[in-house]
């Protein structure tokens, strides 16, 4: 039993190494100061995106395109 659970452990740590760490980005508030912050609190302070300081999320990617770009869309096949 407890080599099954150990094969579980190693399964769950790689699919989250594969999953990818949340970005941490850079943004302009509305007020014109920068904060740090995730995707969602750039959304929720309505800010400008600047930069990426870390993390290398492709699903926090997508939705800083779909907030910045109104229009985008994307299909991953």
């Known amino acids: 039993m407890n080599e ?3 094969r579980l452990r190693r399964i769950a740590d ?12 850079l943004f ?5 100061g920068e904060q740090t912050g ?3 609190d ?15 999320s492709m699903d ?3 939705r800083i ?3 910045e770009i109104p229009d985008y869309f994307c299909v991953i096949d």
């Open 4 to 6: 099954i659970k150990t």
């Open 14 to 25: 790689y699919i989250d190494r594969k999953r990818g760490k949340r970005l941490t980005i």
């Open 28 to 32: 302009r508030t509305s007020d014109g």
């Open 38 to 40: 995730t995707v969602d």
């Open 42 to 56: 750039l959304i929720a302070a309505k800010g400008t995106f600047v930069r990426v300081l870390c993390g290398n």
């Open 60 to 62: 926090d990617l997508d």
């Open 65 to 67: 395109l779909r907030y």
